[in-house]
Nanobody, 122 residues
């Protein structure tokens, strides 16, 4: 089992920045694809960014150029640096792990954290 714990959420003004962290434990995640997803009230969970163990990254169009995903295998941590935040970025952000492939579909991810709330005020 891979346990994931997110942190770093909070309230920020439009245009501000936050860095989310996801600490993994329980097993090595070095060969996992790690993803960030978000879910706003009344909406489906949506893909934000993913990081393949080889170093390849991918972003949704809505965050491309503003968000950066990275990972530190020595610290068993995945990060999401969020810049130029907008009110529409308000959501609960989830970290997830996929040990089989390279997908942006949340259904493909086996392990999930509990989420951290990000609220962007206008």
């Amino acid at each position: 089992q891979l346990q994931l714990v997110e942190s770093g959420g909070g309230l920020v003004q439009s245009g501000g920045s936050l860095r989310l962290s996801c600490l993994a434990s329980g097993r090595s995640f070095t060969t996992y694809t790690m993803g960030w997803f978000r879910q706003a009230p009344g909406k489906e969970r949506e893909f934000v960014a993913r990081h393949h163990w080889s170093g390849t990254t991918s972003y949704s169009d809505s965050v491309k150029g503003r968000f950066t995903i990275s990972r530190d295998n020595a610290k068993s941590t995945v990060y999401l640096q969020m810049n130029e935040l907008k009110p529409e970025d308000t959501a609960t952000y989830f970290c997830a792990g996929d040990n089989f492939g390279w997908s942006s579909d949340p259904v493909s991810y086996n392990y999930w954290g509990q989420g951290t709330q990000v609220t962007v005020s206008s």
